[in-house]
């Protein structure tokens, strides 16, 4: 019997289905590498479009200012004090009392002082009365000197009692004057016009003038000019000069701003805690007399300002495309080396300005010279991104 041998294609069928099973695998691997190479083309053409944030570059006023605290008080304030001691026996002023120079503010019990005064004058009667008796006996003596009715010396010797006579009725007098003096001091009397702002005795207190002048009244000539006494820290003592504006607020007035002037730049230093400050005296009108003393005052002093100029916003000076990291990465120079510009939006694209800055304050920065107009669009910050077919935007 003769046997049939299979067909040679059923013999070859499992190395053909290998070779099927490697084609479709290389076709998928040459499907995913195609696929990488598309999105890295289209990685490579299409960039993420920045969103800016803009402001406009404008005109305005910039002003530099220092900041300080410090306490309103009168331009000029009496200390009244006591010279003589004693029991305070009347008092006619009180706080806020209206009064005029040489009014009777208080009075000391008077009595001591009159009785002193009293004796001295009693005891200078006495001796002007012996020194008027000695000089008409010296007058008659020397009259009969003349006459040598008596002895020269006896003329002379009372020359010499006269002369002694007068020597005592001047003590006299000085021991008068000073209890006269003394005694006058018993009225506390106002120097000035003003109005009292302090009163630190009571009736029936006892003063003590021996050591130490006390305080009784304080005195403000003129409420209607006060000043503020500024602690002015000194790293900004180098641009504070008398005559510069300054404006402050108080806490009675929290939405009210006092315009004063510099009056006066005091050289004292006061250190607290290492710290030193300058004492930068501001002048102010208070006519409404909405200003008391030793209110504490908020204070900037306008060092420098500038009106009408174009200024942009300070982060628009420190803003640099994708950050410093970008800019480092770039190889370009950092912020802070690089010469002064500004990115402005033009056409939708970013645009680098040189510019020359001017004065800045903490907002906004004069620019003295660059392509910059009135309403340019000066970039500060960046948003969000979203997919666009435009390029990114240039580095420096």
Sequence with gaps: MLQVSPPLTEAKSPSRRINVRIRWVAAAALLVLAGVGGLAWWSTHRAMAVQYVTLPAARGTITRSATATGTVNPVLTIIVGAYDSGVIQNLYCDYTTQVRAGEVCARIDPRP????????????????????????????????????????????????????????????????????????????????????????VTGGQTVASSFQTPTLFLIATDLKAMEVDT????????????????????????????????????????TVQNVVTYDVVVGVDNSDLALMPGMTASTQIIIAQRNDVLRVPNQALRYVPGGPSAVEAHGARTPTSRQPQVWVLRNGQPVAVTVVPGLNDDNFTEIVKGDLHPGDQVITAEGGSQVSGQPGPPHP
């Design 113 to 200: 002082y009159q009785a002193a005064f009293d004796q001295y004058s009693g005891q200078l009667l006495r001796d002007q009365a012996v020194l008027d008796k000695d000089r008409i006996d010296l007058a008659r003596y020397q009259q009969l000197a003349a006459q040598n009715s008596i002895a020269r010396q006896q003329a002379d010797d009372q020359a010499y009692v006269v002369k002694q006579d007068e020597g005592t009725v001047k003590l006299d007098q000085a021991y008068v004057e000073g209890a006269k003096h003394n005694l006058d001091y018993t009225d506390i009397i106002s120097p000035v016009d003003g109005i009292v702002v302090s009163r630190n």
């Design 231 to 270: 602690n002015t820290s000194e790293g900004d003592m180098g641009g504070v000069k008398e005559g510069d504006k300054a404006t402050f607020t108080v806490d009675a007035y929290p939405q009210r701003i006092f315009q004063g002037t510099v009056t006066q730049v005091r050289e004292s230093p006061q």
